[in-house]
């Protein structure tokens, strides 16, 4: 669903109109929903090339930029073979697989950027790490968490001043956008990721569990940390700069959504761009380690191969049938149609349509009934769990909508004329 949301708002902001996110809500602000105006310059390529895919070449490109600048900082600092070493872990670590595997993200933005910021930090250029650092906000509001890290490895290197004032920007800037600049935006008026509590003490309980559970009863977060360390091999740990990696792990892993605490979707991307700044930092301290950090990296790097989505793409069949199926499926849907799909349909139908989140209830987001012209109906789909609710679903628009197409397991309607009297 992710790449259709961010389809949906850059495709409007190529057309110059305000990032709306169909999918979730007539009028949905995706500023309401994250503060990301950093996708505002994915507009300008969409505009030239009206395809979705765009996004995707787009963040490949970004995450290849951060590749190319951490290579090339441990080069300069660890020489050519172990600097392009690196590199390659880097770009093959479970947290980049896992990024660039699952949609689109506006993290992929900010993978170069937190790379430069790091590459300023590790040659000792301290201001243009901190303004770097800055502008990590304009990414997405928990990048402030990323942002208080970079500025306690600032402290222990002495430059006390400068991480004061990006602590406060920080911070500062972290309280406006949610407070504000969010809630002003929202069609909910508020900040919907925020756990909900009645007072700061419930709130700091329910925070204090989470890390508890997830660090130690769950044991999740605890395993993502191990996972992410070896990958890196562990000596970055000893670098100040990995206070920038573990602030926003300790933050994830307090939240109540489980989904935030294990090593998938694109949440360790620049915990992995910090720690293997971490390791070259480390490296270059601590020469002596060097043989067993390369041993575990390799070994590490080795498993994520062959484990990690990379390896499934490598071995996937060319042949689809189910993706043909798909295709025929969608493309009695005309252009410049209002939709209702599923989850993984939608996507394939933002470039040139109206797309709705379709659910059990068909309504949207806000619990306001679906009124689309047409309905595409996945009847093996895996979203809400069991797909019994679609034919339970279609049943019920059998009175409103008509059977245009069924075959290969996708069902599409289109809503019945309503008569006019003469």
Request: proline share 6%; with cysteine; charged share 15%.
């Amino acid at each position: 669903m992710d790449l259709a949301i961010f389809g949906q708002a850059v495709k409007h902001l190529a057309a110059g109109q305000v990032p709306v996110v169909d999918l979730k809500a007539p009028g949905f602000l995706a500023f309401g929903d994250h503060f990301d105006p950093v996708i505002a310059l994915a507009a300008p390529l969409y505009r030239i090339c009206p395809d979705i895919r765009v996004l995707l070449c787009l963040q490949a490109l970004l995450v290849a930029a951060a590749v190319v600048i951490v290579a090339d900082i441990a080069t300069v600092t660890l020489g050519q073979w172990r600097g392009l070493s690196a590199g390659a872990a880097f770009g093959t670590s479970v947290g980049v697989q896992n990024a660039v595997d699952f949609d689109f993200h506006e993290v992929a933005f900010a993978a170069p950027l937190l790379a430069l910021v790091l590459r300023a930090y590790l040659l000792g250029r301290w201001r243009l790490c901190a303004a770097l650092t800055a502008g990590l906000l304009l990414v997405k509001e928990d990048s402030a968490f990323i942002m208080l890290g970079v500025a306690l490895a600032l402290v222990v290197r002495g430059r006390r001043v400068l991480a004061a004032a990006l602590a406060a920007w920080a911070v500062a800037g972290l309280a406006v956008v949610l407070t504000i600049v969010i809630p002003s935006l929202s069609y909910w008026h508020r900040y919907t990721y925020a756990p909900k509590a009645e007072d700061p003490w419930t709130f700091l309980t329910a925070c204090a569990h989470s890390l508890g559970t997830s660090l130690v009863t769950d044991g999740t977060a605890s395993r993502t940390v191990v996972l992410l360390l070896a990958g890196a091999g562990i000596i970055g740990a000893r670098s100040p700069l990995i206070w920038a990696a573990l602030i926003p792990i300790l933050v994830r892993a307090a939240n109540t959504n489980p989904a935030y605490w294990g090593p998938g979707f694109h949440y360790n991307l620049l915990i992995e761009v910090v720690l293997f700044a971490a390791l070259v930092d480390a490296l270059r301290h601590r020469p002596r380690a060097e043989p067993v950090v390369w041993t575990l990296i390799a070994w590490m790097t080795a498993a994520a191969l062959a484990c990690g989505p990379l390896a499934t793409v490598l071995s996937r069949q060319e042949d689809c049938p189910r993706c043909r199926a798909t295709h025929s499926a969608l493309a009695v849907i005309p252009d410049g149609a209002t939709v209702a799909a599923d989850t993984y349909l939608l996507p394939h139908l933002v470039d040139r349509t109206t797309g709705y989140l379709l659910t059990p209830e068909f309504t949207d987001s806000a619990g306001h009934p679906l009124t689309p012209d047409w309905v595409v109906l996945d009847e093996q789909t895996s979203t809400y769990g069991d797909p019994s609710w679609v034919p339970a679903l279609t049943r019920r628009l059998a009175s409103t909508y008509e059977e245009v197409s069924a075959g290969d397991g996708y069902l599409v309607l289109h809503r019945r004329a309503v008569a006019t009297p003469d």
